[in-house]
Protein backbone atom coordinates (compact mmCIF):
# COMPACT_ATOMS: atom_id res chain seq x y z
CA UNK A 1 0.00 0.00 0.00
CA UNK A 2 0.85 3.61 -0.57
CA UNK A 3 2.33 5.68 2.19
CA UNK A 4 2.35 8.79 3.46
CA UNK A 5 4.92 10.00 5.46
CA UNK A 6 6.16 13.27 7.31
CA UNK A 7 9.19 14.48 8.24
CA UNK A 8 10.12 16.90 10.79
CA UNK A 9 13.90 16.92 10.82
CA UNK A 10 15.48 18.92 8.18
CA UNK A 11 16.27 22.57 6.98
CA UNK A 12 15.31 24.48 4.18
CA UNK A 13 18.06 26.66 3.00
CA UNK A 14 16.19 29.41 0.95
CA UNK A 15 18.65 31.12 -1.74
CA UNK A 16 18.13 33.65 -3.89
CA UNK A 17 18.28 32.71 -7.76
CA UNK A 18 15.36 30.65 -8.03
CA UNK A 19 14.43 29.39 -11.67
CA UNK A 20 10.98 30.69 -13.42
CA UNK A 21 9.93 28.31 -15.36
CA UNK A 22 10.75 29.41 -18.97
CA UNK A 23 13.00 27.95 -21.11
CA UNK A 24 16.14 30.33 -22.88
CA UNK A 25 18.30 29.57 -25.58
CA UNK A 26 22.25 28.72 -25.08
CA UNK A 27 24.65 29.21 -27.41
CA UNK A 28 26.27 26.69 -29.80
CA UNK A 29 28.34 24.68 -27.44
CA UNK A 30 31.76 23.88 -29.73
CA UNK A 31 32.57 21.13 -27.85
CA UNK A 32 30.94 18.59 -25.22
CA UNK A 33 32.35 15.75 -22.57
CA UNK A 34 32.17 13.08 -21.60
CA UNK A 35 33.85 12.75 -18.12
CA UNK A 36 34.44 9.41 -16.29
CA UNK A 37 34.94 11.06 -13.08
CA UNK A 38 31.40 11.20 -13.02
CA UNK A 39 30.83 7.54 -12.23
CA UNK A 40 32.45 6.47 -8.78
CA UNK A 41 33.15 3.30 -8.88
CA UNK A 42 35.12 3.19 -12.71
CA UNK A 43 38.47 1.84 -11.63
CA UNK A 44 39.79 0.32 -14.56
CA UNK A 45 38.30 2.27 -17.79
CA UNK A 46 38.66 0.69 -21.06
CA UNK A 47 38.91 3.58 -23.96
CA UNK A 48 36.95 2.65 -27.20
CA UNK A 49 37.86 5.26 -29.11
CA UNK A 50 40.50 7.66 -29.90
CA UNK A 51 41.29 11.24 -31.54
CA UNK A 52 40.06 11.86 -34.62
CA UNK A 53 37.78 9.07 -34.29
CA UNK A 54 33.86 10.45 -35.36
CA UNK A 55 31.17 9.20 -32.89
CA UNK A 56 27.67 9.10 -33.37
CA UNK A 57 25.14 10.15 -30.22
CA UNK A 58 25.18 6.51 -28.61
CA UNK A 59 28.00 6.08 -29.70
CA UNK A 60 30.20 3.73 -27.03
CA UNK A 61 33.04 5.16 -25.71
CA UNK A 62 34.30 3.28 -23.18
CA UNK A 63 33.35 0.74 -20.62
CA UNK A 64 35.00 -0.19 -17.05
CA UNK A 65 37.39 -3.45 -17.31
CA UNK A 66 35.33 -4.56 -14.00
CA UNK A 67 32.19 -4.27 -15.80
CA UNK A 68 32.56 -5.00 -19.58
CA UNK A 69 29.00 -5.08 -20.49
CA UNK A 70 28.14 -1.47 -19.40
CA UNK A 71 28.62 1.39 -22.03
CA UNK A 72 29.61 4.70 -21.55
CA UNK A 73 28.31 6.81 -24.70
CA UNK A 74 29.13 10.21 -26.42
CA UNK A 75 25.87 12.59 -25.89
CA UNK A 76 26.38 14.22 -29.34
CA UNK A 77 27.61 13.43 -32.65
CA UNK A 78 31.10 14.91 -34.15
CA UNK A 79 34.63 14.49 -34.06
CA UNK A 80 36.79 13.44 -30.86
CA UNK A 81 39.37 15.90 -30.34
CA UNK A 82 40.98 15.45 -26.79
CA UNK A 83 41.59 12.46 -24.37
CA UNK A 84 42.30 14.71 -21.63
CA UNK A 85 44.32 12.89 -18.49
CA UNK A 86 45.38 13.67 -14.75
CA UNK A 87 48.24 12.60 -12.82
CA UNK A 88 49.27 8.89 -13.52
CA UNK A 89 47.39 9.17 -16.59
CA UNK A 90 44.19 9.04 -15.05
CA UNK A 91 41.18 9.37 -17.56
CA UNK A 92 39.44 12.91 -17.21
CA UNK A 93 37.73 13.81 -20.18
CA UNK A 94 36.69 12.63 -23.29
CA UNK A 95 36.02 15.79 -25.61
CA UNK A 96 33.95 15.58 -29.01
CA UNK A 97 33.64 19.02 -31.28
CA UNK A 98 30.42 18.81 -31.70
CA UNK A 99 27.96 18.38 -34.98
CA UNK A 100 25.72 21.46 -35.55
CA UNK A 101 22.79 18.96 -35.68
CA UNK A 102 23.15 15.53 -33.60
CA UNK A 103 22.53 12.21 -35.62
CA UNK A 104 22.04 9.27 -33.18
CA UNK A 105 22.97 5.59 -33.36
CA UNK A 106 20.48 3.23 -33.91
CA UNK A 107 19.59 0.26 -31.26
CA UNK A 108 16.15 -1.44 -31.58
CA UNK A 109 12.83 0.12 -31.12
CA UNK A 110 9.93 -1.92 -29.38
CA UNK A 111 6.40 -0.82 -29.24
CA UNK A 112 4.06 -0.58 -25.80
CA UNK A 113 2.78 -4.28 -26.91
CA UNK A 114 6.15 -5.37 -27.41
CA UNK A 115 7.98 -3.99 -24.31
CA UNK A 116 4.71 -6.54 -22.54
CA UNK A 117 6.76 -9.27 -23.52
CA UNK A 118 10.38 -8.44 -23.58
CA UNK A 119 12.39 -10.83 -21.08
CA UNK A 120 14.88 -9.28 -18.60
CA UNK A 121 17.91 -10.46 -20.39
CA UNK A 122 16.82 -8.48 -23.48
CA UNK A 123 15.92 -5.34 -21.45
CA UNK A 124 19.56 -5.47 -19.55
CA UNK A 125 21.08 -5.93 -22.71
CA UNK A 126 19.97 -2.92 -24.74
CA UNK A 127 20.58 -1.13 -21.24
CA UNK A 128 23.80 -1.70 -21.41
CA UNK A 129 24.88 -0.93 -24.69
CA UNK A 130 22.45 2.00 -25.33
CA UNK A 131 24.49 4.23 -22.63
CA UNK A 132 21.54 4.53 -20.45
CA UNK A 133 22.36 2.03 -17.85
CA UNK A 134 24.57 4.27 -15.22
CA UNK A 135 21.19 6.41 -14.38
CA UNK A 136 21.05 3.51 -12.25
CA UNK A 137 22.90 4.00 -8.58
CA UNK A 138 22.97 1.03 -6.23
CA UNK A 139 22.33 1.49 -2.57
CA UNK A 140 24.31 0.60 -0.56
CA UNK A 141 27.59 2.81 -2.07
CA UNK A 142 25.85 4.97 -4.09
CA UNK A 143 28.01 3.59 -7.06
CA UNK A 144 26.45 2.73 -10.91
CA UNK A 145 24.05 -0.94 -10.39
CA UNK A 146 26.06 -4.01 -11.49
CA UNK A 147 23.74 -5.83 -14.07
CA UNK A 148 24.51 -9.45 -12.81
CA UNK A 149 22.52 -8.32 -9.15
CA UNK A 150 18.66 -8.28 -8.66
CA UNK A 151 17.68 -5.60 -6.56
CA UNK A 152 14.95 -6.02 -3.35
CA UNK A 153 13.07 -3.06 -4.52
CA UNK A 154 13.27 -0.01 -7.13
CA UNK A 155 13.38 3.83 -5.68
CA UNK A 156 12.30 6.87 -7.54
CA UNK A 157 12.24 10.18 -5.97
CA UNK A 158 10.16 12.55 -8.24
CA UNK A 159 10.64 15.86 -6.40
CA UNK A 160 14.20 17.76 -5.47
CA UNK A 161 14.11 19.65 -1.74
CA UNK A 162 18.04 21.23 -2.41
CA UNK A 163 18.43 24.34 -2.21
CA UNK A 164 17.23 26.30 -5.97
CA UNK A 165 16.16 22.82 -6.92
CA UNK A 166 14.59 22.77 -10.38
CA UNK A 167 11.05 21.65 -10.89
CA UNK A 168 11.37 17.78 -11.79
CA UNK A 169 8.59 17.24 -13.75
CA UNK A 170 8.88 20.90 -15.78
CA UNK A 171 12.17 19.24 -16.63
CA UNK A 172 11.16 16.10 -17.71
CA UNK A 173 9.66 18.48 -20.67
CA UNK A 174 9.02 16.24 -23.66
CA UNK A 175 10.41 13.15 -22.23
CA UNK A 176 7.30 12.82 -20.64
CA UNK A 177 5.86 10.27 -23.00
CA UNK A 178 8.33 7.45 -22.16
CA UNK A 179 8.29 8.06 -18.35
CA UNK A 180 5.93 4.71 -18.65
CA UNK A 181 8.00 2.90 -20.67
CA UNK A 182 10.62 2.82 -18.41
CA UNK A 183 8.53 2.42 -15.20
CA UNK A 184 7.18 -0.94 -17.25
CA UNK A 185 11.59 -1.70 -17.94
CA UNK A 186 12.45 -1.53 -14.05
CA UNK A 187 9.49 -3.36 -13.37
CA UNK A 188 11.29 -5.94 -14.96
CA UNK A 189 14.48 -6.02 -13.14
CA UNK A 190 13.44 -6.40 -9.61
CA UNK A 191 10.80 -8.76 -8.00
CA UNK A 192 9.85 -6.05 -5.38
CA UNK A 193 8.36 -3.04 -6.06
CA UNK A 194 8.81 -0.15 -7.76
CA UNK A 195 8.10 2.79 -5.35
CA UNK A 196 7.69 6.46 -7.03
CA UNK A 197 8.05 9.16 -4.11
CA UNK A 198 6.19 12.78 -4.35
CA UNK A 199 5.89 15.46 -3.17
CA UNK A 200 2.80 15.21 -0.36
CA UNK A 201 2.91 19.62 -0.01
CA UNK A 202 2.65 20.18 -3.34
CA UNK A 203 -0.20 19.06 -6.65
CA UNK A 204 1.18 15.69 -7.97
CA UNK A 205 1.95 16.39 -11.76
CA UNK A 206 -0.45 14.15 -14.14
CA UNK A 207 2.86 12.73 -15.39
CA UNK A 208 3.38 10.89 -12.24
CA UNK A 209 -0.26 10.35 -10.80
CA UNK A 210 -0.61 8.82 -14.03
CA UNK A 211 1.90 6.28 -13.41
CA UNK A 212 0.75 2.47 -13.49
CA UNK A 213 2.96 -0.03 -12.13
CA UNK A 214 4.28 1.51 -9.04
CA UNK A 215 3.54 2.39 -5.07
CA UNK A 216 3.01 6.29 -5.05
CA UNK A 217 4.03 7.61 -1.73
CA UNK A 218 3.96 10.79 -0.52
CA UNK A 219 6.72 12.47 1.61
CA UNK A 220 6.65 16.10 3.36
CA UNK A 221 8.40 18.05 5.28
CA UNK A 222 11.86 19.93 4.90
CA UNK A 223 14.80 18.98 2.99
CA UNK A 224 16.26 16.53 2.80
CA UNK A 225 12.79 15.04 2.08
CA UNK A 226 13.63 14.60 -1.39
CA UNK A 227 16.60 12.73 -1.13
CA UNK A 228 15.97 9.30 -1.94
CA UNK A 229 18.00 7.73 0.88
CA UNK A 230 15.69 9.62 3.14
CA UNK A 231 12.86 7.33 1.45
CA UNK A 232 14.41 4.42 1.38
CA UNK A 233 15.37 4.80 4.76
CA UNK A 234 11.77 5.60 5.68
CA UNK A 235 9.79 2.59 3.22
CA UNK A 236 12.25 -0.05 3.17
CA UNK A 237 15.84 0.49 4.87
CA UNK A 238 18.82 -1.44 3.64
CA UNK A 239 21.03 -3.46 5.79
CA UNK A 240 24.73 -5.08 4.92
CA UNK A 241 23.04 -7.76 2.46
CA UNK A 242 20.09 -5.62 0.96
CA UNK A 243 20.42 -3.90 -2.68
CA UNK A 244 18.21 -1.44 -4.18
CA UNK A 245 18.71 0.54 -6.70
CA UNK A 246 17.60 4.58 -7.35
CA UNK A 247 16.67 6.01 -10.72
CA UNK A 248 15.85 9.88 -11.38
CA UNK A 249 12.82 11.05 -13.44
CA UNK A 250 15.14 11.96 -16.04
CA UNK A 251 16.93 8.53 -16.10
CA UNK A 252 13.55 6.54 -16.37
CA UNK A 253 12.37 8.50 -19.36
CA UNK A 254 15.54 8.20 -21.08
CA UNK A 255 15.56 4.32 -20.30
CA UNK A 256 11.86 4.36 -22.16
CA UNK A 257 12.97 6.82 -25.21
CA UNK A 258 15.87 3.64 -25.97
CA UNK A 259 13.29 1.36 -26.17
CA UNK A 260 9.98 3.40 -27.72
CA UNK A 261 12.74 5.20 -30.20
CA UNK A 262 15.76 3.28 -30.80
CA UNK A 263 18.39 6.12 -29.32
CA UNK A 264 20.40 7.22 -26.72
CA UNK A 265 18.95 10.93 -26.20
CA UNK A 266 21.49 12.90 -23.47
CA UNK A 267 19.22 16.05 -24.01
CA UNK A 268 18.26 17.84 -21.12
CA UNK A 269 16.70 20.43 -19.49
CA UNK A 270 19.27 22.75 -17.19
CA UNK A 271 18.06 24.75 -14.69
CA UNK A 272 20.47 27.81 -14.25
CA UNK A 273 20.17 29.07 -10.35
CA UNK A 274 21.92 31.46 -8.25
CA UNK A 275 21.97 34.83 -7.14
CA UNK A 276 24.65 35.87 -9.39
CA UNK A 277 22.59 34.65 -13.01
CA UNK A 278 20.62 37.81 -14.45
CA UNK A 279 17.42 35.36 -15.67
CA UNK A 280 16.95 32.04 -13.22
CA UNK A 281 15.27 29.48 -15.88
CA UNK A 282 15.63 26.81 -17.45
CA UNK A 283 17.84 25.99 -21.12
CA UNK A 284 17.63 22.87 -23.16
CA UNK A 285 21.01 21.18 -24.11
CA UNK A 286 23.14 18.22 -23.69
CA UNK A 287 24.82 16.19 -21.08
CA UNK A 288 28.05 16.90 -21.12
CA UNK A 289 27.89 20.70 -22.63
CA UNK A 290 30.36 23.52 -21.25
CA UNK A 291 28.85 25.62 -18.62
CA UNK A 292 29.60 29.31 -20.22
CA UNK A 293 27.36 28.59 -23.03
CA UNK A 294 24.12 27.78 -21.23
CA UNK A 295 24.21 31.82 -20.12
CA UNK A 296 24.05 32.84 -24.22
CA UNK A 297 24.95 36.65 -24.32
CA UNK A 298 24.72 36.81 -20.31
CA UNK A 299 27.42 35.00 -19.10
CA UNK A 300 28.09 35.73 -15.54
CA UNK A 301 30.98 38.04 -14.93
CA UNK A 302 32.94 38.35 -11.56
CA UNK A 303 34.79 36.74 -8.93
CA UNK A 304 32.35 33.15 -9.12
CA UNK A 305 31.55 30.04 -8.10
CA UNK A 306 30.16 28.15 -11.18
CA UNK A 307 28.98 24.70 -9.84
CA UNK A 308 27.14 22.00 -11.76
CA UNK A 309 24.71 20.45 -9.54
CA UNK A 310 23.36 22.12 -6.79
CA UNK A 311 25.07 24.23 -4.18
CA UNK A 312 25.08 21.62 -1.01
CA UNK A 313 26.45 18.54 -3.17
CA UNK A 314 27.50 20.32 -7.07
CA UNK A 315 30.90 20.50 -8.55
CA UNK A 316 33.00 23.75 -8.41
CA UNK A 317 33.73 22.98 -12.78
CA UNK A 318 34.76 26.97 -13.65
CA UNK A 319 32.64 28.43 -16.34
CA UNK A 320 34.88 26.35 -18.40
CA UNK A 321 34.08 22.96 -17.26
CA UNK A 322 31.79 20.60 -18.08
CA UNK A 323 28.27 19.84 -17.22
CA UNK A 324 28.06 15.97 -15.69
CA UNK A 325 26.24 12.82 -16.68
CA UNK A 326 24.37 13.27 -13.73
CA UNK A 327 23.77 17.17 -13.24
CA UNK A 328 20.62 18.85 -14.23
CA UNK A 329 21.35 22.09 -12.64
CA UNK A 330 24.33 24.62 -12.95
CA UNK A 331 24.50 27.25 -9.85
CA UNK A 332 26.18 30.76 -9.97
CA UNK A 333 26.94 32.01 -6.70
CA UNK A 334 30.19 34.90 -5.57
CA UNK A 335 33.47 33.25 -4.13
CA UNK A 336 33.60 33.94 -0.66
CA UNK A 337 37.87 33.43 -0.40
CA UNK A 338 38.18 36.23 2.09
CA UNK A 339 38.46 36.76 5.35
CA UNK A 340 36.17 38.76 8.03
CA UNK A 341 37.02 39.90 11.51
CA UNK A 342 34.81 38.31 13.94
CA UNK A 343 32.71 37.72 11.42
CA UNK A 344 31.42 34.59 12.39
CA UNK A 345 29.83 36.26 15.73
CA UNK A 346 28.54 39.67 14.17
CA UNK A 347 24.60 39.94 14.08
CA UNK A 348 23.27 40.29 10.40
CA UNK A 349 20.29 40.06 8.78
CA UNK A 350 22.23 39.14 5.63
CA UNK A 351 23.62 35.98 6.60
CA UNK A 352 21.74 32.39 6.30
CA UNK A 353 22.15 29.64 9.71
CA UNK A 354 20.76 26.94 11.00
CA UNK A 355 21.89 27.47 14.53
CA UNK A 356 19.79 29.97 16.51
CA UNK A 357 22.67 31.48 18.69
CA UNK A 358 24.32 32.86 15.95
CA UNK A 359 21.95 33.26 13.35
CA UNK A 360 18.94 34.30 15.24
CA UNK A 361 17.91 37.56 12.72
CA UNK A 362 18.06 35.12 9.79
CA UNK A 363 15.43 33.02 11.86
CA UNK A 364 13.20 36.36 12.00
CA UNK A 365 13.12 36.41 8.30
CA UNK A 366 12.38 32.73 7.59
CA UNK A 367 10.83 33.93 3.89
CA UNK A 368 13.88 36.08 2.82
CA UNK A 369 15.74 34.72 -0.13
CA UNK A 370 19.73 34.90 1.19
CA UNK A 371 22.58 35.63 -1.45
CA UNK A 372 24.98 33.70 -0.06
CA UNK A 373 29.02 32.99 -1.11
CA UNK A 374 31.08 30.12 -0.41
CA UNK A 375 32.91 31.32 2.91
CA UNK A 376 32.95 28.91 5.68
CA UNK A 377 32.67 31.71 7.93
CA UNK A 378 35.88 29.94 9.92
CA UNK A 379 38.67 27.59 9.60
CA UNK A 380 38.68 23.89 10.54
CA UNK A 381 38.59 23.07 14.12
CA UNK A 382 38.43 20.20 16.63
CA UNK A 383 35.39 17.80 16.55
CA UNK A 384 32.65 19.29 18.27
CA UNK A 385 29.96 16.76 19.54
CA UNK A 386 26.80 19.28 19.11
CA UNK A 387 24.00 17.57 18.54
CA UNK A 388 22.93 19.64 15.52
CA UNK A 389 23.53 16.80 12.96
CA UNK A 390 20.49 14.82 14.41
CA UNK A 391 18.07 17.94 13.78
CA UNK A 392 18.62 17.87 10.38
CA UNK A 393 19.30 14.47 9.18
CA UNK A 394 15.84 12.43 9.68
CA UNK A 395 17.07 8.58 9.92
CA UNK A 396 17.02 6.37 12.90
CA UNK A 397 21.14 6.87 12.71
CA UNK A 398 23.38 8.34 15.31
CA UNK A 399 26.06 10.75 12.48
CA UNK A 400 28.53 12.68 14.83
CA UNK A 401 29.44 8.54 16.04
CA UNK A 402 29.53 7.44 12.38
CA UNK A 403 31.80 10.49 11.38
CA UNK A 404 34.20 9.79 14.42
CA UNK A 405 33.77 5.83 13.33
CA UNK A 406 34.99 6.49 10.14
CA UNK A 407 37.89 8.91 11.37
CA UNK A 408 38.97 6.47 13.70
CA UNK A 409 38.84 3.78 11.00
CA UNK A 410 36.52 1.40 13.32
CA UNK A 411 34.67 -1.00 11.06
CA UNK A 412 32.24 -2.68 13.23
CA UNK A 413 30.62 0.40 14.12
CA UNK A 414 30.45 2.23 10.85
CA UNK A 415 28.28 -1.06 9.87
CA UNK A 416 26.95 -1.00 13.15
CA UNK A 417 26.06 2.80 12.98
CA UNK A 418 24.22 2.78 9.35
CA UNK A 419 26.62 3.33 7.00
CA UNK A 420 25.27 1.32 4.36
CA UNK A 421 21.95 4.09 4.10
CA UNK A 422 24.28 6.89 3.67
CA UNK A 423 25.97 8.76 0.13
CA UNK A 424 27.36 12.17 0.15
CA UNK A 425 23.45 13.88 -0.18
CA UNK A 426 22.05 12.47 2.60
CA UNK A 427 24.56 14.41 4.68
CA UNK A 428 25.24 17.11 2.79
CA UNK A 429 22.87 19.48 5.41
CA UNK A 430 25.48 18.14 8.13
CA UNK A 431 28.03 19.43 6.50
CA UNK A 432 26.19 22.66 5.70
CA UNK A 433 25.76 23.56 9.64
CA UNK A 434 28.98 22.04 11.00
CA UNK A 435 30.62 24.22 13.42
CA UNK A 436 33.57 22.41 12.80
CA UNK A 437 33.90 23.17 8.97
CA UNK A 438 34.68 19.34 8.66
CA UNK A 439 34.30 18.09 4.82
CA UNK A 440 31.47 15.36 5.68
CA UNK A 441 30.92 14.59 2.50
CA UNK A 442 34.50 13.72 1.65
CA UNK A 443 34.91 11.72 5.23
CA UNK A 444 31.47 9.86 4.39
CA UNK A 445 33.09 9.06 0.77
CA UNK A 446 36.24 7.56 2.66
CA UNK A 447 34.35 5.72 5.04
CA UNK A 448 32.10 3.77 2.30
CA UNK A 449 35.14 3.30 -0.08
CA UNK A 450 36.85 1.30 3.04
CA UNK A 451 33.79 -0.80 3.78
CA UNK A 452 32.99 -1.16 -0.03
CA UNK A 453 37.03 -2.39 -0.22
CA UNK A 454 37.02 -4.20 2.87
Not at 89 to 95: D, F, G, Q, T, Y
Amino acid sequence: MSKTIKLKRGFDINLAGKPEKKISESSHSETYALKPTDFINMSRPKLLVKEGDTVKAGTAMLYDKMSEGVKYCAPVSGEVVEIKRGEKRKLLEIKILADKEVVFEKFKTFSTSDLANLSKEEALQQMQAGGVWPNIIQRPFGIVANAEDTPKAIFISAFDTNPLAPDVAFQLGDKEKFFQAGLDILRKLTPGKVHLNINGQAEVPQVFAQANGVELNKFSGPHPAGNVGVQIHHLDPISKKDIVWAVTPYGVAQIGQLFIEGKYDASKLVAITGSEVKNPGYVKTYSGVMLEKLFGSEVPTGHLRFIAGNPLTGENCGKAGYLGFYHNQVTVIPEGDYEEFLGWIKPSTKKLSFHRALGLLSFLNRGKEYAVDTNTHGEDRPFVVSGEFEKVLPMDILPTYLFKAIISEDYDDMEALGIFELVEEDVALCEFIDPSKNEIQKILREGIEMIKNS
